[in-house]
C-alpha cells in the first residue's frame, strides 16, 4: 500500500474498475427493486460549475447508497442541447452551433467522469440530435391531430432593428438587448399546447407529491385556480355603433367578487378588445392609446409593476343588478388573455381600481363595511378588499350578508336574468412554443396554400435541422433557407412550404426523463418493457429555479404521454429534492463611471480578524485594496465563481465532493470556503494513513469466531459506536438527506477509534470491522479512496459486493455501564456494573468501592439512592 493519499493515481484506477465491472450499466432486473435517480441534466454551456457539481454529487450519494443497498440503480446523464447561448456564441464567434455544442458536450462529459459518478454513460444523448428530437416531432404530430396542439395568432417581442422576435429575457427596460431600439408587439402565428385543460389534472395530482411544499406552492400559485363569476352588462342602445355579434349585445367580465357589484363604478376592457376597437374607429386620441397599449412589454410581472393609464371611450353599459350606466374605459391594466379581457371596477374595493379612480377622479362607492371601520376615499386600507370580515352595505336587499352569502345571493338573482354563472378560471395561459430561432427542434408541420397546416407523415420524419449553419442574429435563419423550407404537400403533391420555426427548448426537457429508459429504441419515444420497469423517477434533484416551468412542463408532457398509453405513469418525478445555492464572498472597486469592477476571489488576498471574519482585502496583482461585497451565489456577473476543474486538479475529486456535502445540508446555500476545502482533504489524508498504519502494524484479521462477548470494554465500546454510527448513516443518507451530519458521525467513530487500543488480535479484528466499515459508509460520498482502501483492506471480494454494512443489533446493547459513587453528595469513585445489573448488586458495588469505604468508615447507614444509569449516592 502507499504510505500517502495520491488521489490522482487512486481516482482513475476507481473509475476504471467500476467500468470494467459495468457497475453502473444497468437493464431491467426483476430479482431487484428498481431505483431511478435522476439529476436535471445540464446545458452544454462549456464548462461545469460548481451547481452541477454539488447537483450530481447530490444524486451520485443517493445512488451509491441505494447501489450498496441492494437496488438495481438507474442514474443517468445527457445533455440539453438546445437553446439560445448556442446561437450567440454562434454569431460572436462564426462558428455553427453544433460544432459549439458538441465540442462543449465532450469536455463537459470528461469533467463529468473525472468526478466519477456513478452514471450509465450508455444512455447519454444530446437533445439535439435527430434520433431523439424525431419523437418529439412525431408526438407533436399526433397532438396536432389530435387538437391538444393547435396555431393561433399570438403576441410576441419584436425587435425592429435585429428584424426579429425577443424572448422576455432579451427584452431589457423596454429595449432590445442586442439593438438597443425600443421593442414592439407583434402577432404572429404560433403553435400551443391546451395545457388549459389540464389545470385542474395538475393542481389535483400535486398532492400526491413528495416534493418540497413550497415548490407545490408556487406551483399552485401559478396554474392560479380562482372561483368567480361571469357577469353580463348589457351594452347601453347609443353605445352599439361598430360593434357585432355577442359583443353588441353584452359586454361580459370575469369577477371573484360579484357580492361588491353595486359598487361597480365603471367598466374597463383591454386595449385589443372589440369594443375598445370599435370605440376607437372615428377617435384617433383612442387609437393612440391602444397602438400604445399595444406596443408595451408582454410580461406579466411588467404589468404589475407599471404605471395605470386609460382613456374614456364615451361608450357605456347597463349593471344588470340596479340599472345604473357605466362608463366603459380602455385601460392598461386589464390583460387581454385572462379571463374575458374586462373588468368590472369596483374602486371601492380593489387596489387596481382604487388608485385608477384617483387618478382619473372616478366616483368611488363603498358596499362592503368592516365593523365600524372609517372608509376614506383619499387612502386605501386594507380592509377595503376583506373577503373574511367584512359585510355588505349600501346594496340593498343583500345588505348585511358576508361574502359567501352575497356571492350565492347575487349569483342567483344574476341566473335569474340570465345576467351571469358562476365560473372557475385558471391563471394558467396555453403554452406557446413556436420559436423564431435556428437552434431548436423543427416543428413538423408543412403549409399547403390547398391542404393548410399538414403535420409530416411519420416515415418523413426527422424533420432534420440542418448543422453546418452559422446564425447571423437577424430574423430567422431557417426562414432564409429556401433548401429547408421548399417541400412538397405530404397530402396534394403541390409545392408548400415547411413551417421554419422551431420548437421551445422546454419540450426537450419534458419528457428526457422517459427517454433514458430506453435511449436507443428505435420504435417509438419509450420501450413498453423500460417503461413498465423504471416508472417514474424515484429522486429528482435540481435547482429551485426550475420549481414552476420546466416541472409543470414535464409533468404536463407525462400525462400526455400516460393518456397516449406510452407510459404507465401519470406523474414523472415522485420526490423532489431541490438543492441550495452555492454562494462565494464578492470583491468590487467602483470604477470612473460608477459601474463596479468585480475581482475573482482568487486574485484577492483577505485580511481576517481573530475570528476568522474579513476585514480588508488587497488585489493581488497590484496590492491596492478592494471593496469586500456580500457573499452572494456564484455567477458569471459577480466574476466570483471558483472553477471546479481547479479543485479537482489540485485536490481530486472526492475532495470536492466532500467538502460540498459536508458543508451544509443539500437544500441549504453552502458558502464556498478554501478553509473548508482544505479541511475536507486534511479528513482524506488522515483517512488514508489511518488504513495504511493499521495495515502496517500487522496482518490481516480474521473474522470474529467467538462471539464479542470476551471483549474488553473499550472494544466493546468501540463496536457499540460502531454499530450505532451504521444506523444512523444509513438514516441520514436515507430518510433524512442530511449528508453533512453522516460525514460528521463518521469523524466521530475515527477519533475514537484513534483513542482506543486495537493491539492484539481481539483488537484488530475490531480494527478490521471498524476500517471496512468506514470506507462503505463513505463510499457514496468519496468514492475512488474508499474503492482503494476497501482493496487494501479485503482483496478477496468487492466493495459493492459487500454492500452495505450490517447493523449488529447486539453491539447497540451496551452491555457494561459507568456509574458515580458519591458519598453525602460528593462524588468519591466509579463503579463499572452490568447494563442490567439489579439495584441491590449495584449497591453492594457501590459500598465496596475504596471510596466509599473511606468515607463511610464508623458512620451509620443512613440511605443508598440509586438513579439508574447514573449514580449511587450514599448518605452517612
Ligand atoms: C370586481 C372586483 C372587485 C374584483 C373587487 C376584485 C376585487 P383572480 O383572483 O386573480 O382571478 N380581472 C378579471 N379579469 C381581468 C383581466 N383580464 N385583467 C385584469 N384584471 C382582471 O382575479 C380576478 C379579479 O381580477 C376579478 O375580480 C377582476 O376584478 C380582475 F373588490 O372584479 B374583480
Ligand atoms: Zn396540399
Redesign the pocket.
Known amino acids: 500500500m502507499q504510505e500517502h493519499y495520491q488521489p490522482s493515481a487512486v481516482e482513475p484506477a476507481a473509475q476504471q474498475a467500476w467500468q470494467q465491472a459495468r457497475l453502473f450499466n444497468v437493464s431491467e432486473d426483476t430479482a431487484k427493486p428498481k431505483y431511478y435517480c435522476l439529476s436535471m441534466f445540464p446545458y452544454p454551456s462549456g464548462k461545469l460549475h460548481m451547481g452541477h457539481v454539488r447537483n450530481y454529487t447530490i444524486g451520485d450519494v443517493r445512488s451509491r447508497f441505494k447501489l450498496l443497498n441492494g437496488f438495481n440503480v438507474l442514474q443517468p446523464m445527457g445533455w440539453d442541447a438546445f437553446g439560445m447561448p448556442a446561437e450567440n456564441a454562434a454569431i460572436e464567434r462564426k462558428v455553427a452551433p453544433a460544432k459549439w455544442t458538441y465540442e462543449n458536450i465532450a469536455y463537459m462529459r470528461g469533467q463529468l467522469k473525472s468526478l466519477g459518478f456513478a452514471i450509465d454513460w450508455e444512455r447519454e444523448f444530446a437533445t439535439c440530435s435527430p434520433e431523439y428530437y424525431r419523437w418529439e416531432q412525431l408526438f407533436f404530430t399526433k397532438l396536432f391531430e389530435k387538437g391538444v396542439i393547435y396555431r393561433k395568432n399570438g403576441t410576441v417581442n419584436w425587435d425592429p432593428v435585429d428584424q426579429t422576435v425577443l424572448a422576455n429575457e432579451q427584452v431589457i427596460d423596454g429595449r432590445g438587448w442586442r439593438s438597443g431600439a425600443p421593442v414592439e408587439k407583434r402577432e404572429i402565428p404560433m403553435y400551443y399546447f391546451k395545457i388549459t385543460d389540464y389545470a385542474e389534472q395538475l393542481l389535483a395530482d400535486l398532492d400526491g407529491l413528495d416534493w418540497p411544499e413550497q415548490v407545490k406552492t408556487m406551483q399552485r400559485n401559478w396554474i392560479?385556480k380562482?372561483r368567480?363569476m361571469t357577469v353580463r352588462f348589457a351594452v347601453a342602445d347609443d353605445s352599439k355603433a361598430g360593434l357585432s355579434g355577442g359583443y353588441a349585445e353584452f359586454l361580459q367580465?370575469?369577477?371573484?367578487?360579484p357580492d361588491?357589484l353595486m359598487g361597480?363604478t365603471y367598466v374597463a376592457v383591454?386595449a385589443e378588445h372589440p369594443l375598445a376597437t370599435a370605440a376607437a374607429q372615428d377617435k384617433p386620441e383612442l387609437q393612440a392609446f391602444i397602438a400604445e397599449c399595444k406596443a408595451g412589454s408582454v410580461a406579466e410581472a411588467d404589468m404589475a409593476t407599471m404605471e395605470k393609464k386609460g382613456v374614456p371611450t364615451g361608450r357605456y353599459v347597463v349593471n344588470p343588478l340596479n340599472g345604473e350606466r357605466l362608463e366603459v374605459w380602455i385601460a392598461n391594466?386589464?390583460?387581454?388573455?385572462?379571463?374575458?379581457?374586462?373588468?368590472?371596477?369596483?374602486p371601492a374595493?380593489?387596489e387596481?381600481?382604487f388608485e385608477f379612480a384617483g387618478k382619473y377622479r372616478l366616483p368611488v362607492k363603498q358596499v362592503i363595511a368592516v365593523g365600524d371601520a372609517e372608509f376614506d376615499e383619499m387612502q386605501w386600507q386594507d380592509w377595503y378588499?376583506d373577503k373574511e370580515t367584512g359585510r355588505l352595505k349600501n346594496s340593498g336587499e343583500f345588505d348585511g350578508m358576508d361574502f359567501q352569502t352575497a356571492f350565492d345571493a347575487v349569483a342567483a338573482k344574476l341566473q335569474s336574468l340570465n345576467a351571469g354563472e358562476p365560473k372557475i378560471?385558471y391563471?394558467l395561459r396555453d403554452w406557446g412554443i413556436s420559436r423564431q430561432r435556428y437552434w431548436g427542434c423543427p416543428i413538423p408541420i408543412v403549409h399547403c396554400e390547398s391542404c393548410g397546416d399538414v403535420p409530416v407523415p411519420e416515415q418523413d420524419l426527422p424533420v432534420v435541422l440542418p448543422e453546418d449553419v452559422v446564425p447571423d442574429g437577424s430574423g430567422s435563419q431557417l426562414a432564409k433557407m429556401p433548401e429547408f423550407y421548399e417541400t412538397e404537400c405530404p397530402r396534394c403533391g403541390q409545392p408548400a412550404k415547411r413551417e421554419t420555426d422551431t420548437m421551445d427548448t422546454f419540450m426537450e426537457s419534458s419528457w428526457y426523463q422517459f427517454r433514458y429508459l430506453s435511449p436507443k429504441f428505435s420504435d417509438g419515444m419509450v420501450a413498453p418493457e423500460a417503461a413498465q420497469y423504471w416508472q417514474a423517477a424515484d429522486q429528482y434533484i435540481g435547482g429551485i429555479e426550475h420549481a414552476i416551468l420546466h416541472l409543470l412542463y414535464a409533468r404536463f408532457f407525462t400525462k400526455l404521454m400516460h393518456e397516449e398509453g406510452i407510459v404507465a405513469v401519470n406523474e414523472p418525478f415522485h420526490s423532489l429534492l431541490t438543492q441550495g445555492m452555492v454562494l462565494q464572498a464578492t470583491y468590487y472597486r467602483e470604477t470612473e463611471n460608477g459601474k463596479k469592477q468585480w475581482f475573482n476571489p482568487a486574485e484577492v488576498d483577505v485580511e481576517t480578524d481573530d475570528k476568522g471574519r474579513p476585514v480588508s482585502a488587497v488585489l493581488r496583482s497590484d496590492g491596492l485594496p478592494v471593496v469586500i461585497g456580500g457573499v452572494e451565489k456564484m455567477s458569471k456577473s459577480k466574476n466570483n465563481g471558483v472553477d471546479p476543474q481547479q479543485i479537482i486538479d489540485a485536490y481530486g475529486a472526492d475532495t470536492a465532493r466532500l467538502f460540498m456535502m459536508f458543508a451544509s445540508p443539500p437544500e441549504q446555500s453552502l458558502e464556498w470556503s478554501d478553509a473548508g476545502v482544505d479541511g475536507a482533504h486534511r479528513f482524506l489524508r488522515r483517512l488514508w494513513r489511518t488504513v495504511y498504519e493499521f495495515k502496517n502494524s500487522g496482518a490481516a484479521a480474521e473474522a470474529f469466531s467467538d462471539g464479542h462477548d470476551s471483549l474488553p470494554k473499550a472494544l466493546k465500546d468501540l463496536r457499540h459506536k460502531l454499530h450505532a454510527t451504521i444506523a444512523k448513516v444509513g438514516d441520514d443518507y436515507g430518510r433524512r438527506q442530511q449528508f453533512n451530519t453522516a460525514i460528521a458521525a463518521v469523524m466521530e467513530l475515527l477519533n475514537q477509534y484513534d483513542k482506543t487500543d486495537c493491539s492484539g488480535g481481539q483488537g484488530r479484528a475490531v480494527a478490521q470491522e471498524v476500517l471496512e466499515a468506514v470506507t462503505r459508509l463513505l463510499w457514496p460520498i468519496v468514492p475512488h479512496i474508499c474503492e482503494a482502501l476497501w482493496r487494501e483492506l479485503r482483496p478477496s471480494e468487492t466493495l459493492w459486493a459487500a454492500g452495505w454494512p450490517a447493523v449488529d443489533e447486539a453491539a447497540l446493547v451496551k452491555a457494561e455501564i459507568e456509574m458515580m459513587v458519591q458519598v453525602n453528595g460528593k462524588l468519591r469513585d466509579k463503579i463499572v456494573v452490568a447494563a442490567d445489573a439489579a439495584q441491590d448488586a449495584v449497591q453492594a458495588a457501590a459500598l465496596a468501592t475504596a471510596g466509599a469505604q473511606k468515607f463511610t468508615e464508623g458512620k451509620p447507614l443512613k440511605k443508598v439512592i440509586v438513579v439508574p444509569g447514573r449514580l449511587v449516592n450514599i448518605v452517612v
Open positions: 392560479g380562482s368567480g367580465v370575469y369577477t371573484t367578487r361588491t361597480a383591454a391594466y386589464v390583460l387581454w388573455g385572462y379571463g374575458d379581457g374586462a373588468v368590472m371596477a369596483v374595493h380593489d387596481r381600481d378588499a378560471q391563471r
